[in-house]
């Protein structure tokens, strides 16, 4: 199975997959091959992946998904890996699509969560409100993304591998600038000792070798620790701030500012749209700014603006 695995991870470096997509996809491939009690995926077909994804679907009842992961991680095995195409999967079982509303914090919950916020946890926060970004995006950003006369963040490699752009609010541009003279002077402190600079996409470190050595290509948010990079072996390099770290920070920052609601990193990105619908944006260029594919993912929003469902007012507030 390991050479099997280790074929697989290079042909999603070939590819440029990102690395938690290579990750996830490794991780399904190793499932679905323990599933069927260690066969080789060249012994199995059509039959086999039916049985596993309706078994993640009925017996694990996972989320739709996570079943479509499952199943892109298995078909790029086969296409991509083994080149052989499976036949068409009729027979599996899908996992129950379940409509759900975004939670939205009120304004001024926002501001209570973001207060509660400390340090470049802060910053964080506020870049995901005030720009509508999702969480890797922000913790992926580059000093190079950021604008700061035109006052717009570039999204490089977003969801889907696709490029946007969007606002970088007026409010921040003082403590993007002094982030940038901390990331600055850390990264000469790096250098001097002899560190490798930024972890970089293996394609660019082939083609400008001397890139992750300049401050445009450093991490807004770096990470505390120095760490040997996985695309780079035996270099070692600053990452970007771990996801984890701020998902932890949110959840404190949410309980101390006593909100009742489930809300998460992305709850800030939910806020983002439903404010500016609020406000009265538009919609096609909230979709811009948010990465949406589809109007109709944007169009969820509309059902949270103003008071109530869809913003309706009860007839009991009119006697």
Known sequence: MSKLLESVRNTLRV?????????????????????????????MGKIEVEQFLTWLAVERKVAPSTQNQALQAILFLYRKVMDKEL????????????RRIPVVLSRQEVAAVLAALQ?????VGKLLYGSGLRLMECLRLRVMALDLDRQSITVHAGKGGKDRVTVLPESLLVEIRDQIHRVRLLHR????????????????????????????????????????????????????????????????????ADI??????????????????????????????????????????THVVNRGALGARSPLDRF
């Open 260 to 301: 009742s609601k489930r809300a998460s990193c992305h709850t800030l990105r939910h806020s983002f749209a439903t404010h500016l619908l609020e406000s009265g944006m538009d919609i096609r260029t909230i979709q811009d700014l948010l990465g949406h594919k589809d109007v109709s993912t944007t169009m969820i929003y």
């Open 189 to 256: 402190r790096d250098l001097a000792m002899g560190y490798a600079g930024a972890s970089m996409p293996s394609a660019l470190t082939r083609k400008y070798p001397r890139a992750a050595y300049e401050l445009g290509w450093q991490y807004l948010f770096s990470s505390s620790r120095i760490a040997v990079d996985p695309r780079r072996q035996g270099h070692k390099c600053r990452h970007h701030m771990l996801d984890s770290s701020m998902q932890k920070a949110m959840k404190r920052a949410v309980s101390l």
């Open 87 to 98: 036949a068409w999967l009729d027979d599996v079982v899908r996992a129950k699509r379940e």
């Open 15 to 43: 590819h440029h997959y990102a690395l938690k997509t290579e990750k996830s996809y490794v991780q399904w491939i190793r499932r679905f091959i323990l599933f069927h009690d260690k066969r080789h995926p060249a012994e």
């Open 119 to 123: 340090g470049q946890y802060q910053l």
